[in-house]
């Protein structure tokens, strides 16, 4: 298919052999439509569903940040952009973590048995 349009672009009046510039360009301007729809658009609904996930955190939510770490919310910074999470209940330990670290709420519910 694109041989013909290549062949119908190059042919001219005259037996000239101009190329069609769309036809040079059709190529180019597919990658770009392929690469978008299976790239770029998937890549900016997930940092926008990551954005309201960590714009809705509130405190005693259990969170699991990008390093595998997993605690409840403690406090948030919004001054710093900060979240203290509590990893150990035994020991009361404390780790401070920027809000962008955070990967995702864990869910507590366990699948249900057939």
């Known amino acids: ?3 013909i349009i290549l062949q119908a672009g190059t042919q001219a009046a005259g037996g000239a052999a101009k190329p069609n510039p769309i036809a040079q360009f059709l190529p180019f301007i597919l990658m770009f439509v392929i690469l978008y729809f299976l790239i770029i658009r998937p890549q900016r609904k997930r940092q926008k569903a990551q954005q309201i996930l ?5 405190i005693n939510d259990e969170v699991i940040t990008n ?48």
């Open 1 to 3: 298919m694109f041989s």
């Open 54 to 58: 960590i714009d809705n955190l509130k």
């Open 67 to 114: 390093a595998g770490m997993i605690g409840k919310i403690v406090n948030i910074k919004k001054d710093k952009n900060t979240i203290l999470i509590r990893v150990d209940d035994t020991t009361g330990t404390k780790i401070e973590f920027q809000r962008s670290a955070i990967a995702g709420i864990v869910n507590d519910e366990k699948p249900k048995a057939k």
